[in-house]
Nanobody, 122 residues
């Protein structure tokens, strides 16, 4: 398993931007697909975006398509989530995760970070 640590969360006004980072331990980071999920209070964890190990195969949830961009730098063992045009409904704890292949299904991910809080004020 790979260990993951997220950073970059915070408080931002609606319409603003944040960039989340997720840094992984281990020498085989490029062999893992990475995903971002989020969980708002009282709601189930939901898929946000995923990217294949080589940076191909990128998928987004419809709710963030056109506003969020997932990317990765395998030399730095880091995956990013650039979030633009943020809305109050984007408020949640954001988690990164690693899996064998890109998937929208959280059950496919074996390794998870501790999460980072994103709060968007109206």
């Amino acid at each position: 398993q790979v260990q993951l640590v997220e950073s970059g969360g915070g408080l931002v006004q609606a319409g603003g931007s944040l960039r989340l980072s997720c840094t992984a331990s281990g020498r085989t980071f490029s062999s893992y697909a990475s995903g971002w999920f989020r969980q708002a209070p009282g709601k189930e964890r939901e898929f946000v975006a995923t990217i294949g190990g080589s940076g191909t195969y990128i998928y987004y949830a419809d709710s963030v398509k056109g506003r969020f961009t997932i990317s990765r730098d395998n030399a730095k063992n880091t995956v990013y989530l650039q979030m633009n045009s943020l809305k109050p409904e984007d408020t949640a704890v954001y988690y990164c995760a690693a899996a064998g292949w890109p998937s929208r299904d959280s059950a496919k991910y074996a390794s998870w970070g501790q999460g980072t809080q994103v709060t968007v004020s109206s």
